[in-house]
């Protein structure tokens, strides 16, 4: 298995829901990761896992909450967010502390919030 | 602060032609240069990855080349299909801190048009 799998590919909530967007990886790498892309800009970073501990959290607001339960799963759970958190929100992994030949992306969640 | 600049913003050809695509970083120290092409609303795919030892790789019509020195790579499309429609990124990282966490080119969009 060479795929990271993102579910669900699409999801629409208010902005008083709670939700929660999965992803999982079956090739042993031990470095996970979450990306928030906005159309035509570049996939900005949001998380990284390192070994199942949280390694980087690059100033996210609070309302973007991540969990790795395992090295294989990593859910990024999503409560009160605003219709600008709409966007494409793309899972990544990679095989850690070395260099990344296996930076592998998932094929997203496209987010609306209304 | 590490910066990776891809060039042209986007290209329309025509089916069947070749087209070149570059990309000047600044990221230093260097680990590895990576193209990915993404299709809209879908995660980024890996066409290439290259050390800084490494001079070409090809995959199949995409042929990528990297030039250490002056810190410029390029992606040649050979014979263009309707199907190479999409945003190419070049993609850095830097080995600081052991995270290897990449800096993003804003891509390129290429149209190929029967």
């Known amino acids: 298995d060479t795929e990271v799998t993102q579910t669900p590919k699409h999801l629409v909530m208010g902005m008083t829901n709670k939700k929660s967007l999965k992803c999982e990886q079956h090739?042993?790498?031990?470095?996970m990761y979450w990306y928030k892309q906005k159309a035509k800009k570049p996939p900005e970073l949001m998380f990284v896992?390192?070994?199942?501990?949280?390694?980087i959290n690059e100033s996210v607001p609070s309302r973007f909450s991540p969990e790795c339960p395992n090295s294989s799963l990593l859910n990024l759970h999503l409560h009160a967010l605003q219709p600008e958190d709409s966007a494409l929100y793309l899972c990544?992994?990679?095989?850690?502390?070395?260099?990344?030949?296996?930076?592998?992306f998932g094929s997203g969640t496209r987010l609306t919030v209304v | 602060k590490n910066q990776v600049e891809q060039s042209p913003q986007s290209l329309i050809i025509l089916e069947g032609k070749n087209c070149t695509l570059q990309?000047?970083?600044?990221?230093?120290?260097?680990?590895?240069l990576r193209w990915y092409k993404q299709d809209t609303g879908r995660g980024p795919v890996s066409l290439t990855i290259?050390?800084?030892?490494?001079n070409t790789k090809s995959n199949g019509r995409y042929t990528a080349t990297l030039d250490a020195d002056t810190k410029q790579s390029s992606l040649h499309i050979t014979a263009s299909q309707l199907s190479d429609s999409a945003s190419y990124i070049c993609?850095?990282?830097?080995?600081?801190?052991?995270?290897?966490?990449?800096?993003f080119g804003r891509g390129t969009s290429l149209i190929v048009h029967p």
């Open positions: 290259m050390t800084f030892s490494e």
């Open positions: 090739m042993g790498h031990r470095a």
């Open positions: 990544a992994s990679s095989q850690g502390d070395i260099p990344s030949y296996g930076y592998t």
């Open positions: 896992y390192s070994y199942e501990k949280l390694s």
């Open positions: 990309c000047n970083y600044t990221v230093s120290p260097f680990s590895n």
């Open positions: 993609v850095v990282s830097d080995p600081s801190g052991g995270s290897y966490i990449p800096t």
